[in-house]
């Protein structure tokens, strides 16, 4: 038989192959050459065509034999290839598994970590950025325990933290070491509160002194000032005022499933109104109480130390929960709605449940130390250039924010000394160049 004819079977080799139910056909075109047939039980080998090389022989493909060979070559064995190909090792190379070829990650800047049966997929830059921030705030606290009067030589510093027992204990434990942990922990739940505020809205122009937060509880705190009410009245009073703010923020900005620009206009509303109604309070009252609210909108950490920080991180180790999945959630805010919905998430239920932890940290810190400003709108920006991220990163953020207070709390204290200036003096000589800075910046982009 010449290359390129079929193979035929005789007639008395058995019954025609396209009628046995056992074996069946198997016709394969293979070029110029033409169908190949496979024969029956009783029948020769079958032939194959293939180009002009002639003709190919498969052993054994016969019966129930070679329809089980035929169907472990190109079923099981198939689908297995296939699976491994596309399946097990396609998923584990794409979530940076262990089992994607060659055992690393097919995921850019991402690696993951394995600690027992947990595993937790990070991004290489932010754990970097992390760490550095977490340096340089152990710096700064360090310089701050040590600059003032007198002045503590950086060893005994540490000395005095190990509790190894220096002359200069009462100066660095009891005097400066209160109000570094206040300023440490204040700036962290900025930050937190900032990065929230800012991924709900989509505009890193929110934080919590922009959308009325701020405002709210400084009114409040400025009535029990000026009302003269007690002193340790003040702080439930501005926790109650920045609560009541974000109600009412929340009842102008919930249609349209709180959309972001609605959200943004009703906190610049709301943050107009009750700023309006503070000066009234304020011009009305005696001008020493006047003086203390005045102090008190400005955001200070004099006179302060572990009860406001204990207030603080009791809230934020209350909602470390909340905070951790808010550290997963803020991965869906760039999405649209319908986008968000098409992946079986809630974004309504998400966006009110960040804004919701995030006006309620905002409202605990600002009733502790005073409204601050500045802190909670740069900290989120800068650590997202920092990681050069998508959205604010959560613990970047943090620990920015708390670098920050701290650093502006020891250059109050210590640039125009002995005269000291409020902390939020400082965060507002920072955010004003910030904001120029992102002027200059957009302008390019928006021509």
Same mark, same amino acid.
């Not at 290359?3 to 110029?32: H, L, N």
């Not at 604010?392 to 210590?414: E, I, K």
């Given at each position: 038989?010449?290359a390129g004819?079929?193979?035929?079977a005789?007639g008395t080799?058995?019954?025609?192959p396209a009628?046995?139910?056992v074996a069946?056909?198997t016709?394969a075109a293979s +070029?110029a050459?033409?169908p190949?047939?496979?024969?029956?039980?009783?029948a020769g080998?079958a032939r194959?065509?293939?180009?002009?090389?002639?003709?190919?022989r498969?052993a054994d493909a016969s019966g129930?034999a070679?329809?089980?060979r $035929?169907?472990? =070559?190109?079923g099981a064995?198939?689908a297995?290839?296939?699976?491994?190909?596309?399946?097990a090792?396609g998923?584990?190379a794409?979530?940076?598994?262990p089992?994607?070829p060659g055992?690393?990650?097919?995921?850019?800047?991402?690696?993951l970590?394995?600690?027992?049966?947990v595993?937790?997929?990070?991004?290489?830059r932010?754990t970097?950025?992390?760490?550095?921030?977490?340096?340089?705030?152990l710096?700064?606290v360090?310089?701050?325990l040590?600059?003032?009067?007198?002045y503590?030589a950086?060893?005994?510093?540490?000395r005095?933290?190990?509790?190894?027992?220096?002359p200069?204990?009462l100066?660095?434990l009891?005097?400066?070491?209160?109000?570094?942990v206040?300023?440490?922990v204040?700036?962290?739940?900025f930050g937190?509160?900032g990065?929230l505020?800012q991924? $709900?809205?989509?505009n890193p122009?929110a934080s919590?002194?922009? !959308?009325g937060?701020?405002?709210g509880a400084g009114?409040?705190?400025?009535?029990?000032?000026?009302?003269?009410?007690a %002193?340790?009245l003040?702080?439930p009073s501005?926790?109650?005022?920045?609560?009541?703010?974000?109600?009412?923020?929340?009842?102008?900005g919930?249609r349209?499933?709180?959309?972001?620009?609605?959200?943004?206009?009703?906190?610049?509303?709301?943050a107009?109104?009750?700023?309006a109604?503070t000066?009234?309070?304020?011009?009305?009252?005696?001008p020493?109480?006047?003086l203390?609210a005045? !102090?008190w909108?400005?955001?200070t950490?004099?006179?302060k130390?572990w009860?406001?920080a204990?207030w603080?991180a009791?809230?934020l180790?209350?909602?470390?929960?909340?905070l951790?999945w808010a550290?997963?959630?803020?991965n869906?805010? %760039?999405l649209?709605d319908?986008?968000?919905r098409g992946?079986?998430?809630?974004?309504? =239920?998400?966006?009110i449940?960040?804004a919701g932890?995030?006006?309620?940290?905002?409202a605990m810190v600002?009733a502790?130390?005073?409204?601050v400003?500045?802190?909670?709108?740069v900290?989120?920006q800068? =650590?997202r250039r920092?990681v050069?991220?998508?959205r604010p990163?959560?613990?970047?953020a943090?620990?920015l924010?708390?670098?920050?207070?701290v650093?502006a709390?020891l250059?109050?204290?210590r640039?125009f000394?002995p005269t000291q200036l409020p902390?939020g003096?400082?965060t507002?000589?920072i +955010?004003?160049p910030?904001?120029?800075?992102?002027l200059?910046r957009g302008r390019?982009?928006?021509?």
């Amino acid at each position: 038989m010449t290359a390129g004819r079929p193979a035929e079977a005789s007639g008395t080799a058995g019954p025609d192959p396209a009628a046995d139910p056992v074996a069946g056909p198997t016709r394969a075109a293979s +070029g110029a050459a033409g169908p190949a047939r496979a024969a029956a039980p009783a029948a020769g080998p079958a032939r194959v065509a293939s180009g002009a090389a002639g003709p190919a022989r498969a052993a054994d493909a016969s019966g129930a034999a070679g329809a089980a060979r $035929v169907a472990d =070559a190109s079923g099981a064995a198939g689908a297995a290839r296939v699976a491994d190909a596309s399946g097990a090792a396609g998923l584990a190379a794409a979530a940076g598994l262990p089992g994607a070829p060659g055992g690393t990650s097919r995921l850019p800047g991402r690696s993951l970590l394995r600690v027992g049966p947990v595993s937790l997929l990070i991004r290489r830059r932010a754990t970097l950025v992390a760490a550095v921030l977490t340096v340089l705030l152990l710096l700064a606290v360090v310089l701050s325990l040590s600059l003032g009067t007198p002045y503590v030589a950086p060893a005994d510093v540490l000395r005095a933290l190990s509790g190894a027992g220096t002359p200069y204990d009462l100066v660095v434990l009891d005097l400066r070491l209160p109000r570094v942990v206040l300023a440490a922990v204040a700036g962290a739940a900025f930050g937190v509160a900032g990065t929230l505020i800012q991924s $709900v809205a989509r505009n890193p122009l929110a934080s919590p002194d922009v !959308i009325g937060i701020t405002q709210g509880a400084g009114l409040a705190a400025t009535v029990a000032l000026t009302s003269g009410a007690a %002193a340790v009245l003040v702080a439930p009073s501005a926790l109650v005022g920045g609560l009541l703010a974000a109600v009412l923020l929340f009842a102008l900005g919930a249609r349209h499933g709180l959309a972001a620009q609605r959200f943004v206009l009703a906190g610049v509303a709301v943050a107009f109104a009750f700023r309006a109604l503070t000066e009234v309070v304020m011009l009305t009252a005696d001008p020493i109480d006047g003086l203390r609210a005045q !102090i008190w909108l400005i955001g200070t950490l004099a006179g302060k130390g572990w009860t406001e920080a204990a207030w603080i991180a009791g809230t934020l180790a209350v909602l470390l929960p909340v905070l951790a999945w808010a550290g997963w959630a803020l991965n869906s805010t %760039a999405l649209d709605d319908d986008t968000a919905r098409g992946v079986g998430l809630r974004p309504v =239920a998400r966006r009110i449940g960040l804004a919701g932890t995030g006006v309620l940290v905002a409202a605990m810190v600002t009733a502790q130390v005073g409204a601050v400003d500045f802190v909670a709108l740069v900290a989120p920006q800068l =650590a997202r250039r920092l990681v050069r991220a998508e959205r604010p990163p959560l613990v970047c953020a943090a620990l920015l924010g708390a670098l920050l207070l701290v650093l502006a709390d020891l250059a109050g204290r210590r640039l125009f000394a002995p005269t000291q200036l409020p902390a939020g003096v400082l965060t507002a000589a920072i +955010g004003g160049p910030y904001l120029i800075f992102l002027l200059l910046r957009g302008r390019p982009r928006s021509s």
